[in-house]
């Protein structure tokens, strides 16, 4: 089976500033895949040369089997794409403007689209002038799911979005890859497709760092944890635990980081009276910072031009 998405090599510079570097990636047919870094790391410009937005500097990509330059609109025609910040008509209406991208599509299925709305909690009557950040997002999903297309790409999706409306977006993402069709995120929240992605690959800096399955991310997770005792116990009685950094025990109560199972921790707490356990799991970028180094803060992605919910 032709790969949804296959890079080789793909850079792209902006002058002396970073965009992505040597990226090799291939993301299977039928997949939901996460790609995650934090802010800055290289995604959207990902995401742009992925559709021919802007141009490499060098390396090359294939999306559904076809060229990203020389076959642009055939890609367009089987791909739909939700940006990070959308660029509606602000005159219109979200029902007129889903028409219109429809019409321009040419076979959409217009009951689906409604029913689309209902899941999302779209009020199409409204301008899009006068919708919120989360309901303009609404648009934008619905105008990408409403043509069915074998790829959809959404960079930061449910920004703005309430947890329903959330969990709707992930249950119409695994609809989607039922029915053998290829969804492609972008995030820089974890727990935004930990349950929902097959796969991530991990970028920072510009580099593609790793592709994991989420339990194996899972594994690498950092977690800070707080144990309450009922009495006094020594800082001893937790050294030289596996994965345990950071230990501090004061007045009965120990703080510590914990990297991938809490197991040994919980053993040697079970010991002595526990009061409470308090679990804080720590941001992507933390787990970057912990595992592949500090390095110098990576730059903010370049300019790149305007997208639009593509139909």
Do not use: W
């Not at 409604?114 to 303009?136: C, F, Q």
């Not at 005792?229 to 937790?238: D, I, N, Q, R, Y």
């Amino acid at each position: 089976m032709t790969a949804a998405i296959e890079t080789r090599g793909l850079t792209k510079r902006y002058g002396r500033a970073r965009g992505i570097i040597d990226v090799d990636l291939v993301v299977e047919a039928g997949q939901i895949f996460g790609f995650l870094g934090p802010n800055g790391a290289g995604k959207s410009t990902m995401i742009r040369l992925l559709l021919d937005l802007i141009r490499p500097s060098s390396g090359e990509a294939r999306v559904l089997g076809l060229d990203t330059r020389r076959d642009r609109l055939a890609i367009d025609r089987r791909t739909s794409y939700v940006p990070g910040e959308l660029s509606l008509y602000s005159e219109l209406t979200g029902r007129q403007l889903l028409t219109y991208l429809g019409n321009l599509q040419g076979h959409v299925d217009a009951p689906y689209r409604d029913r689309l709305m209902e899941r999302l909690e779209l009020d199409p009557t409204r301008r899009i002038k006068a919708l919120s950040r989360g309901n303009k997002q609404k648009v934008g999903l619905v105008a990408a799911f409403m043509i069915r297309p074998e790829l959809l790409i959404f960079d930061e999706p449910t920004a703005g979005l309430d947890p329903f409306v959330q969990l709707e977006f992930e249950h119409l993402c695994e609809e989607a890859r039922g029915e053998g069709r290829t969804v492609f995120i972008s995030s820089h929240q974890l727990p935004e497709v930990e349950h929902l992605c097959d796969r991530v690959g991990i970028i920072r800096e510009g580099r593609l760092l790793a592709v994991e399955t989420i339990a194996s991310l899972k594994e690498r997770a950092l977690r800070r944890l707080e144990i309450d005792f009922g009495g006094p116990v020594e800082a001893e009685a937790f050294s030289n635990l596996p994965g345990v950094r950071d230990l501090v025990v004061k007045d009965g109560t120990l703080r510590c980081t914990v990297m991938g199972s809490v197991d040994a921790l919980v053993k040697a707490a079970a010991r002595f009276e526990v009061r409470n356990i308090c679990s804080i799991d720590t941001s992507l970028e933390e787990i970057f910072m912990a595992y592949y180094g500090s390095g110098e803060a990576a730059d903010k992605d370049a300019p790149g031009e305007a997208g639009h919910a593509a139909a």
